[in-house]
């Protein structure tokens, strides 16, 4: 499951407001926001309609690993890598 912190990385990375991933998710503003705070017991449910309109977006979730910590990119920079000849 993705973290908080990259939720709120996500959107920002975006340039979303609370308000528009809310409405593209099908949420409340005020349970993203109140999830973004940590304030309350994040459904897993919640999570993933998060993560899963974060992604049709073109986020990347990168996992912690390898003595870093979790991330977000968007695919479309990972493709401009991939097209420069980085494996």
Excluded at 52 to 69: D, K, S
């Amino acid at each position: 499951m993705i973290s908080l912190r990259q939720i709120r990385a996500a959107r920002a990375l975006l340039g979303w407001s609370q308000q528009m991933l809310a409405d593209k998710a099908l949420l409340s503003v005020k349970a993203v926001a109140r999830l973004e705070r940590n304030e309350v017991t994040s459904h897993a449910a919640t999570v993933e309609a998060l993560e899963r309109t974060l992604t049709q977006a073109g986020v990347v979730f990168i996992p912690a690993g390898h003595g870093l910590g979790e991330g977000v990119q968007l695919a479309s920079d990972l493709l401009l890598v991939k097209a420069e000849g980085t494996p």
